[in-house]
Each structure stands twice: as structure tokens, then as C-alpha cells.
Nanobody, 126 residues
Framework: QVQLQESGPGLVKPSQTLSLACSVS??????????WHWIRQPPGKGLEWMGV???????YYSPSFKSRTSISRDTSKNQFSLQLNSVTPEDTAVYYC??????????????????WGQGIQVTVSS
């Protein structure tokens, strides 16, 4: 079974860059046709799909985040990462990484994903 674990700072100041990593075990991030997602849930709101990096390294982003989001990977560490620039308090959320079999874009239905990390709380505050 594939396991995912998010890591990164729990507190970020406004205007700074949020950087999170997702470490993957139990399967390579280059396996066809796995896809690796970042999804978040602000307090009191539903899930928000942010973007995905596919097994071949191709990336897709939500229009809501595209201008300030970058997803990359380090195959030597079997992990993928999220960078969110110019954060504001509205970016306070629990951030999740997740895996899907096959490419999913914009999906917020939990059942569409095979594996999830436990989530990491990120607060944006000065």
C-alpha cells in the first residue's frame, strides 16, 4: 500500500512562500499512471484541488492557484513538493497530498483518490 506523509512549516507569515513536501513510500512516484495531487481544506470550507504532478512529471494547476503555485518532484527522494507564493491569511488550511490511479484534474471527491496523507495544518499569520 502506498503511504504519503506531508511535511513543512505549520506557520507562515503573510507575503511569504509556503513550501510543503510529500514523502511517498510503498511505490515509486514514477509508476505509470500514478498522479500526485495537492488538495487543501480551509477552516469551515470544502476541499480545494490545487494541482497535480503526473508520473511523467507533467503538471496541471487549478486556475484559482496557477499564478502563484508550483509543483515539482525529486525522484531520488521519492517525494513531490508544493510551493505557494505570496500567501495571505486566506491560505490558512489543512494541506493534503494524495494519489490517484490515472490523471484527475480538479476533482474534490475523496473517493476518486486511492491514498491520502494525514494532512498538515498551515496557518498564515504575522
Amino acid at each position: 500500500q502506498v503511504q504519503l506523509q506531508e511535511s513543512g512549516p505549520g506557520l507562515v507569515k503573510p507575503s511569504q512562500t509556503l513550501s510543503l513536501a510529500c514523502s511517498v513510500s510503498g511505490g515509486s512516484i514514477t509508476i505509470s499512471y500514478y498522479a500526485w495531487h495537492w488538495i487543501r481544506q480551509p477552516p469551515g470550507k470544502g476541499l480545494e484541488w490545487m494541482g497535480v504532478i503526473a508520473y511523467d512529471g507533467s503538471t496541471y494547476y487549478s486556475p484559482s492557484f496557477k499564478s502563484r503555485t508550483s509543483i515539482s518532484r525529486d525522484t531520488s527522494k521519492n517525494q513531490f513538493s508544493l510551493q505557494l507564493n505570496s500567501v495571505t491569511p486566506e491560505d490558512t488550511a489543512v494541506y493534503y497530498c494524495a494519489r490517484s490511479d490515472g490523471l484527475r484534474v480538479g476533482v474534490v471527491n475523496k473517493s476518486e483518490y486511492e491514498d491520502w496523507g494525514q494532512g498538515i495544518q498551515v496557518t498564515v499569520s504575522s
